[in-house]
C-alpha cells in the first residue's frame, strides 16, 4: 500500500491495447523494450473494422438491441441505403465509433427503422451523388485540395488525379509537371492515360 513497508502479494493479468506496431517503435528507440517483452507475452492481432466486414453488421445488431433497452426504443430495421453507408464505411475509429454512432442514431430516432440522416453527425455523404473527384482550389497557390469518393478510388487512381491537378496548376506544361512530381515525362504520359 501506499506508504506501506511490508511487500503485498499480487496475482495479476495485464490485457494490453494499441494501434501502433510496437515492435517497430522499439527498433526506433520510441519504446522501451524491457516493457515491451513483458507486455508480449502472448499477442492478438485485430485487423480494423474496415477489413471485418461480417462484423460490422453483427456489431451494429448488437448495439442497436442493447441501446433499444437502454433507452426505450423500438428500432428493428436497418434501411438499406444506411446498411450500405455501414458496410462500406472506413470506421477510423474502429468499434468505438460504430458503437457510439449507433448509440446517437438509436438516442435521435423517431420510429422504427434507422436511416442514414441518423448517421449525419459522421457523414457528410450524399446517396444520390456519387462523386469521382471534387477539386476545391484554395487561394494559396501550392495547395491542391482533393475531394474523392475512397469507395471507387485506389491508390492508383489518386496518383492519376493527382498528377492531372499538378499538370493543370502547369498550365498543361508536362515537363514542369513532371518535375515536380519527380517522375519522367514519359511515366506521367503513361499515368495520365490510365483509366
Known sequence: RLGGVS?????????????????????ENLFRNDLYFRLNTVSIEIPPLRERKDDIKLLTDYFIKDYNIQFNKKITRIEPELEN????YTWPGN????????????LLSEGKNLKLRNFSSII??????????????????????????????????????????????FKGNKSKASQQLGISRPKLDKLLRKE
Open 124 to 169: 457528410n455523404y450524399n446517396p444520390t451523388k456519387n462523386l469521382e473527384k471534387e477539386v476545391n482550389l484554395s487561394p494559396h497557390p501550392h495547395i491542391i485540395q482533393l475531394q474523392l469518393n475512397y469507395i471507387n478510388t485506389d491508390l492508383e487512381k489518386l496518383n492519376q488525379v493527382y498528377a492531372e491537378e499538378i499538370l493543370k496548376k
Open 95 to 106: 468499434v468505438r465509433e460504430l458503437k457510439n454512432s449507433v448509440e446517437r442514431a438509436v
Open 7 to 27: 511487500d503485498i502479494p499480487v496475482n495479476a493479468r495485464i490485457i494490453s491495447a494499441t494501434n501502433r506496431k510496437l515492435k517497430d517503435m522499439v527498433e
Open 85 to 88: 453507408f455501414i458496410l462500406n
